[in-house]
């Protein structure tokens, strides 16, 4: 079987289930309330009209950027786990035996799968990015506040955002192929992307020289990536300084795809599948 004939057997596998757009709706949820949330508070915020409170929390200039990064700082988990699913989901089913069967090529098989994933990625960051600016540019205009919508820098960090998608996307497809249980591989995810980083993000603030570790994590080097997330904006004492530049935190957030792919393939790729 070809890579075309494999990629549309993989296509075709990945939108016949739920799971894709299960996941989706709730991202869209999930971005939208969010960036609804923050945007009317910071646009309310700047323009002087939330009781007790005149100033705005950030520079208005910065407002908008980082309220459309919502769709990158709290919405890449979701690329995440539809790359795991993706691979973990065969496992579970044992779809990848008559897959195995029909192309014996393992390795033609997983490219196939990456380069679905990197397809259902742009989709996600295309549909997290209307959920994020449409709310916050709304919000923004409504309370007189500029919207950067025409800067350069503005399409530059969602252009961006759609390359995070993706990379999260291969980032999941190596944790599914390394780790064959749902189960555990999806709590293994949520509990690091949820819990591990972040804590350990924080506490890098306390201990010196800690934090030019960590700023190598697989969600600082997205950040970083990105340009801006609204959790390094509003973390005491966190500095954009603090990150690796925008390049850099893609070749990380790369490689950690390329090793997590590579091990996956050599070990339990390889393996029986019954």
Known sequence: MSLSASTRSETTKLLTTAMWWILAI????????????????????????LPGRQNAPMPVGDAAPLLYSIAASIGYVFPLLI???MVTAEFRHHTLTPTFLATPRRGLVLWSKTIVGVGIGVVYAVLAL??????????????????????SDTWAMLGRIVIAFALWVLVGIG?????????????IVLAFTQFVEPIARVAGMFVDGLDSVLRFLPGAASDALV????????TP???????????????????????LLV????????????
């Open 130 to 151: 209307i959920a994020a600016v449409g709310p916050s540019a709304g919000f923004l205009a409504g309370f007189g506040q500029p919207t950067a919508l025409d800067d």
């Open 26 to 49: 709730v991202l869209v949820a999930y971005v939208g309330l969010t960036a609804a949330g923050l945007g009317f508070v910071f646009s309310a915020s700047a323009a002087g009209e």
């Open 263 to 274: 091990l996956g393939h050599l070990t339990s790729w390889r393996r029986d599948v019954d």
């Open 175 to 187: 944790v599914g192929t390394l780790v064959r249980n749902q189960v555990a591989a999806v709590v």
């Open 83 to 85: 790359g795991t699913l």
């Open 227 to 234: 340009g801006t997330s609204i959790y390094t904006a509003t």
């Open 237 to 259: 004492g966190s500095s954009g300084a603090d990150q690796l530049d925008w390049w850099v935190g893609g070749v990380v957030l790369l490689a950690y795809a390329v090793v």
